[in-house]
């Protein structure tokens, strides 16, 4: 076999195993994020007197957030 073609071989071996690699990240990268909750709760707001941007709300006591409902 000529040079180009061991060249054109060793190019299409690479492609090959790139493409593996890049298959078998992106299973695992797949299956970490599937450990990750997807919506988790927020936390409670602090007290206004605990919250350190309270006095200068002029103030109003600032909203807690309403908790957020689980996906179906």
Do not use: K, N
Not at 48 to 60: A, K, M, V
């Amino acid at each position: 076999m000529s040079v180009v073609g061991w060249i054109v071989v060793g190019v299409l071996a690479w492609v090959a195993v790139a493409l593996v690699v890049a298959v078998l990240v992106g299973r695992m990268v797949r299956q970490r994020d599937r450990q990750v909750p997807e919506d988790p709760l927020p936390r409670p707001a602090p007290a206004p007197e605990q919250d350190p941007s309270w006095p200068h709300t002029g103030g109003r006591v600032p909203r807690t957030p309403e908790p957020r409902r689980p996906r179906h």
